[in-house]
């Protein structure tokens, strides 16, 4: 694997993140500097987190900053578009947030094609509340509120979003699936998605399957094998709406 080049500004600006050691939203983010700095949008960006472990990127980046509730911070980075169209806005939010509570927001921003890039995390459960079930929790794992794994017959199966809103998405939509673990295909996946929203094109959604080893309770090598082979297998990666 080739190394990534790292921006110049990298190395004076980085600081330690808040995440748990091994976390896999540290890495996207990490991830999602680089793209920010390759594409040059620092000045014009405005990036919104919302609450969950995504909320402790709150000063992460030396960028605008929003931080909102539950799903809510994707109608706050709409809003921010519409009142600014020049802005490039990113609205960072959890599978809780996007798939739960908010789900309402992400359909809805999906369907009025609205010129905002969504990245989401995908872990599988609702992590900063201590590992409860999540729409994304794997048929048989087990989570705080499910400790004899998800019972298929009970909650059904885990939400496909990036699948779902490509059936509602209009045309100029960018959706994609990517992890963490793959810093070349992530990268990739979020600048094409920020790319659409400079283009003017439509909204742009990326789902990034990410570890959480504190609540899966799994060691390195069994947070990354079950990012790469349970999840990967169960929520396929790739572009899903590319047109
Ligand atoms: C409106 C609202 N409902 C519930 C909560 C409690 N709450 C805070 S974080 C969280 C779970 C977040 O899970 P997810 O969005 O998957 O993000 P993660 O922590 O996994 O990154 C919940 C339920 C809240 N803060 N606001
Ligand atoms: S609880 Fe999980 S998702 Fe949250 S910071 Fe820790 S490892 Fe990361």
């Not at 794992?141 to 059904?156: C, H, I, L, S, Y």
């Not at 570890?211 to 990967?232: G, R």
Request: glycine share 10%; net charge neutral; charged share 20%.
């Amino acid at each position: 694997m080739t190394e990534p080049v790292f921006p110049k500004s990298w190395k004076k600006e980085s600081k330690p993140h808040k995440f748990c050691p091994g976390c896999g939203q540290a890495l996207a983010l990490k991830i999602l500097g680089y793209a920010i700095d390759e594409l040059d949008i620092a000045k014009k960006l405005v990036y919104g987190c919302d609450i969950g472990c995504s909320l402790l990127t709150w000063d992460m980046f030396n960028v605008d900053t929003i931080q909102t509730h539950h799903g809510r911070v994707i109608p706050t980075m709409v809003g921010f578009k519409l009142a600014k169209p020049e802005a490039i806005t990113i609205a960072f939010l959890g599978d809780g947030g996007g798939y739960a509570i908010g789900a309402q927001h992400l359909v809805n921003a999906a369907m009025r094609n609205d010129k905002i890039t969504v990245i989401l995390i995908n872990n599988a459960n609702y992590a900063m509340t201590g590992g409860q079930l999540a729409p994304t929790t794997l048929v048989g794992q087990k989570t705080d509120t499910t400790p004899n794994g998800r019972d298929e017959a009970v909650f059904g199966n885990p939400i496909h979003g990036p699948e779902m809103i490509a059936a509602i998405a209009a045309p100029g939509a960018y959706i994609a699936r990517t992890t963490s673990n793959n810093f070349e295909d992530c990268k990739d996946k979020i600048k094409k998605a920020l790319q659409n929203q400079i283009d003017g094109k439509g909204f742009s959604f990326v789902e990034i399957l990410s570890m959480c080893p504190v609540n899966w309770k799994t060691n390195t090598v069994e947070s990354l094998e079950y990012v790469d082979k349970n999840m990967a297998n169960i929520f396929p990666l790739g572009e899903i709406k590319n047109d």
